[in-house]
């Protein structure tokens, strides 16, 4: 039964969280050819649109997970252990990354590119930055989900 459940968790992570972070992985190339595209601005400005929209979604959506962890990881008996531990101080680090620094920046150049204001490439840079750091945290959560160092569970 804690298989299963450990299974379910992982597989609710990669679709809650999936699609925020290649979303938020493509935003800043998107902005960037927005305004300079082969299709013109509009359907640059809808393309980001719909990302920035993703991320937002998926985002909300993301927040399940930790809960639905905390219950398989009370199912298991291993609400203690250092992996879980250092995979929820991630998933709140990760959380708090896409709420203070991703999200608000992807505001921002969506504002920029819906006025037509050509867009400094040191904002897209650093909101690739972010949204790597982002991505890192919840590649090495999903690892830690999935390998449980130190786990005598035998799940």
Known sequence: ?????????VLAAIVAVGPVTVAASMFPAAV?????????????????????????VYGAVGLAVPLFG?????AMGVL?????IASITLTAV???ILIAFVLPRQDELL????AQT????????QLAMFTGIFNLLWAT????MIIRPGSTTGA
């Open 80 to 84: 203690g252990s250092g992996w879980l």
């Open 111 to 114: 504002e920029q590119l819906g």
């Open 94 to 96: 990760a959380a708090g």
């Open 141 to 144: 959560v999903t690892v830690l």
């Open 1 to 9: 039964m804690t298989k299963i459940l450990l299974t379910l968790h």
């Open 32 to 56: 960037r050819r927005a305004l300079t595209g082969p299709d013109g601005p509009d359907a640059g400005l809808t393309t980001v649109r719909l990302l920035h929209r993703i991320c937002r």
């Open 118 to 125: 050509p867009v400094e490439r040191s904002g897209t840079v």
């Open 70 to 74: 905390f219950a398989t990881a009370s």
